[in-house]
């Protein structure tokens, strides 16, 4: 019982030497000030994504991990996954030659209207915050560049259950400065939306199922992939623990850093939905 806390007594953590990180796995609109909370407590924090609700406060929750000299980590579980790496693996090996384009698909058909991630006050946003940063996220650890323009689309079919600031699915595009384009779907209205599609001047990489909790399954122009299918979340806080303990360097980023550029093309994808235009982007 010494190690449980609720969120009266969540500050005390700090005088417990147990414990050395704290996982904040919470409605999104929480996520700033509780992280905060557990730097102010000395403790390292790990996020769930999206870190934030918008770049400014995800910005924040790295300064005060900054100053209270503890680590920030976000939950990306597919950044330790097997044959994500693989993939990154090759293309780095110049095995597909130059990127030219990447496409992720990312949905699902969206259940309880009274859940909270179709709140604005506590979600932020709709299918974008929740499953279309996969696609984003994605798309920059695939093609392994930094996008330099967004553009994005908004459709809506159920405005009673996607309420105003909840998008439904969101179309959006990015492109890189090697040229190479992404073309992403987000949505809460479609099932069986899990796929990534990489493609170069050499060769292809698929992954379908991409980013499910599930085993992930995957083929490039070689053939098929056959890397481990290990549980993503016990080698993710395996790694985290290696990060934080021994100063490990992931092959992908994880830091609030990392996550601070989806949160800056998130705020774009909404600029350009409500404008129209294409957006500009500078993440490096």
């Known amino acids: 019982d010494k190690n449980c806390y609720n969120y009266e007594t969540f500050d005390q953590v700090k005088n417990n030497p147990d414990i050395d990180a704290i996982y904040v ?77 990447f496409q992720g698909l990312c949905g699902f058909r969206s259940g309880d209207p009274k859940q909270w991630r179709l709140n604005k006050q506590l979600a932020g946003g709709g299918s974008i ?60 209205n479609m099932n069986n939306l899990d796929r990534f599609f990489l493609t170069g001047e050499k060769g292809f990489a698929e992954l379908l199922p991409s980013t499910g909790y599930g085993p992930i399954k995957g083929r490039t122009h070689k053939g098929e992939l056959v890397q ?23 092959i992908v980023p994880i830091d609030g850093a990392e996550a601070l550029k989806d949160m800056k093309v998130i705020d774009a994808i909404y600029l350009a939905v409500k404008t129209g235009k294409k957006v500009s982007l500078k993440l490096t």
Not at 44 to 51: L, V
Not at 64 to 84: D, I, Q, S, W
Not at 89 to 95: D, P, Q, S, V
């Open 25 to 101: 796995i919470t409605p999104n609109a929480l996520h700033h000030d509780q992280v905060i909370r557990v730097a102010k407590a000395g403790k390292h924090a790990i996020c769930e994504k999206p870190m934030a609700l918008n770049a400014k406060g995800a910005q924040e929750m790295i300064d005060a991990c900054k100053a209270a000299n503890v680590k920030l980590l976000v939950g990306y579980r597919m950044h330790f996954e097997p044959k994500t790496l693989e993939i990154i693996r090759m293309r780095n090996a110049g095995e597909f030659g130059k990127i030219t384009f």
């Open 129 to 188: 915050m929740d499953i279309g940063i996969y696609a984003l996220n994605g798309a920059r650890y695939m093609i392994g560049e930094e996008p330099i323009w967004v553009t994005a689309q908004e459709t809506k079919t159920n405005p009673v259950k996607f309420k105003e600031g909840i998008d439904e699915t969101i179309q959006f595009q990015m492109g890189f400065p090697s040229g190479a384009v992404a073309s992403c779907l987000s949505t809460y």
């Open 228 to 250: 481990p299918e290990p549980i993503h979340q016990t080698v993710q806080m395996d790694e985290m623990a290696q990060i934080i303990l021994e100063g490990k360097k992931p």
